[in-house]
T-cell receptor
Framework: NAGVTQTPKFRILKIGQSMTLQCTQD?????MYWYRQDPGMGLKLIYY???????DKGEVPNGYNVSRSTTEDFPLRLELAAPSQTSVYFC????????????FGSGTQLSVL | DAKTTQPPSMDCAEGRAANLPCNHS???????VYWYRQIHSQGPQYIIH???NNETNEMASLIITEDRKSSTLILPHATLRDTAVYYC??????????FGTGTRLQVFP
């Protein structure tokens, strides 16, 4: 049981480039989330999904897109990378909407230069 | 707007109890108090949660005041591995978690 797996662990992008952060979970969780964490700050919710085919915006969705075609995968897309998107990105999942059951991945550290 | 107030940092000697306070004076009747922690740069980890009664599990205890306006997370015997940022979050059970800046707990030998 791998839990929540994020790839890559580190990435450097140039301004204007695009990339997809991958997130997969093997716990058959229906809820999945993307958070970002800037240095010294708490986590901010970018997008979340309550099941395959259903996504919704969180606190800071601008500049990002998501899709949820399967229960296991919830990729996060950056179309035109900007320095403001330099952050650590965490994916999480839960079975249902119970906040005590969130499991987080180990994060992706992204730098946009 | 932040729903909770936590001290930015605290120290605790190894083996002693760590008591982390959290103020949530505007908490609503259907909102829970959740505690998560983040060790170094890992993803946050669930610790404990409660509505109005005190709660205990294998990791910690949660003491909620009778008026529910504040709470304390207790790590009974802190170890060096408990050094982390601790987040107190107040939200309804099905609402999304909103993380503040938390309390950085440093456990020293």
């Amino acid at each position: 049981n791998a839990g929540v797996t994020q790839t890559p662990k580190f990435r450097i992008l140039k301004i204007g480039q695009s990339m997809t952060l991958q997130c997969t979970q093997d716990m058959n969780h229906n809820y999945m989330y993307w958070y970002r964490q800037d240095p010294g700050m708490g986590l901010k919710l970018i997008y979340y999904s309550v099941g395959a085919g259903i996504t919704d915006k969180g606190e800071v969705p601008n500049g990002y897109n998501v899709s949820r075609s399967t229960t296991e995968d919830f990729p996060l897309r950056l179309e035109l990378a900007a320095p403001s998107q330099t952050s650590v990105y965490f994916c999480a999942s839960s079975y249902g909407d119970r906040n005590e059951k969130l499991f987080f991945g180990s994060g992706t550290q992204l730098s946009v230069l | 707007d932040a729903k909770t107030t936590q001290p930015p940092s605290m120290d605790c000697a190894e083996g002693r109890a760590a008591n982390l306070p959290c103020n949530h004076s505007t908490i609503s009747g259907n909102e829970y108090v959740y505690w998560y922690r983040q060790i170094h740069s890992q993803g946050p980890q669930y610790i404990i949660h409660g509505l109005k009664n005190n709660e205990t599990n294998e990791m910690a205890s949660l003491i909620i005041t009778e008026d529910r306006k504040s709470s304390t997370l207790i790590l009974p015997h802190a170890t060096l591995r408990d050094t982390a940022v601790y987040y107190c979050i107040v939200t309804r059970r099905s609402d999304k978690l909103i993380f503040g800046t938390g309390t950085r707990l440093q456990v020293f030998p």
